[in-house]
Antibody, heavy 119, light 108 residues
Framework: VQLLESGGGLVQPGGSTRLSCDSSGFNFISYSMNWFRQAPGKGLEWISYISGTGVTIYYADSVKGRFTISRDNAKGSLFLQMDNVRADDTAVYFC?????????????WGQGTLVAVSS | EIVLTQSPATLSLSPGDRATLSCRATQNIRTFLAWYQHKPGQAPRLLIYDASKRATGIPARFSGSGSGTDFTLTISGLEAEDFAVYYCQQRGNWPWLTFGGGTKVEIK
């Protein structure tokens, strides 16, 4: 199982960027996925969830209305569209696979991609 | 929101020592708690889920206990690769997951 994030970089406040998470080694459609982030010097924060079919989606209040999670099961890819970004969105963003049950934790994570919001 | 408080913030120990990490929740989360290990620049690693179940491939020196609001992660016999930051995560209010602030286990 591998997860590889991409798409991070420097973004201006109010701007947009799209993160990708490419998967391999497992049947992607069978697993729900999450995005998490870690701001500099801070702990981990959950930001969004999507079910295997993409029908069920949830967001943390901190990103609701600005970020959009989606997935392409044919390509085994997960996405995070980030719009109207703010300085406090600066963080390393991780994608993670939810294990078989909601209580089972996220059993595989990517190494993360850095998004820096600055003018 | 369920807030998790981890203690201590830093644990200074030597290889071979026993590490005891605590995590306290502001609400009863039954056993819906997970523990993760995180090293700089690496992917977080799931250690424990459902408070006491070891994830696949996790060595037996890692054990979790607790229920309700008080939880413990124990590492019996620290090895060099165990020095890292450890986070607890509540899943009682899934999908609105929250993490504790972390405990850094450093070499004394």
């Amino acid at each position: 199982v591998q997860l590889l994030e991409s798409g991070g970089g420097l973004v201006q406040p109010g701007g947009s960027t799209r993160l990708s998470c490419d998967s391999s080694g497992f049947n992607f459609i069978s697993y729900s996925m999450n995005w998490f982030r870690q701001a500099p010097g801070k702990g981990l924060e959950w930001i969004s969830y999507i079910s295997g079919t993409g029908v069920t989606i949830y967001y943390a209040d901190s990103v609701k209305g600005r970020f959009t999670i989606s997935r392409d099961n044919a390509k085994g890819s997960l996405f995070l569209q980030m719009d109207n970004v703010r300085a406090d969105d600066t963080a390393v963003y991780f994608c993670a696979r939810l294990s078989g049950t909601y209580s089972g934790g996220e059993d595989y994570w990517g190494q993360g991609t850095l998004v820096a919001v600055s003018s | 929101e369920i807030v998790l408080t981890q203690s201590p913030a830093t644990l200074s120990l030597s290889p071979g020592d026993r590490a005891t990490l605590s995590c306290r929740a502001t609400q009863n989360i039954r056993t819906f708690l997970a523990w993760y290990q995180h090293k700089p620049g690496q992917a977080p690693r799931l250690l424990i889920y459902d408070a006491s179940k070891r994830a696949t491939g996790i060595p037996a020196r890692f054990s979790g206990s607790g229920s309700g609001t008080d939880f413990t992660l124990t590492i019996s016999g620290l090895e060099a690769e165990d020095f890292a930051v450890y986070y607890c995560q509540q899943r009682g209010n899934w999908p609105w997951l929250t993490f504790g602030g972390g405990t850094k286990v450093e070499i004394k």
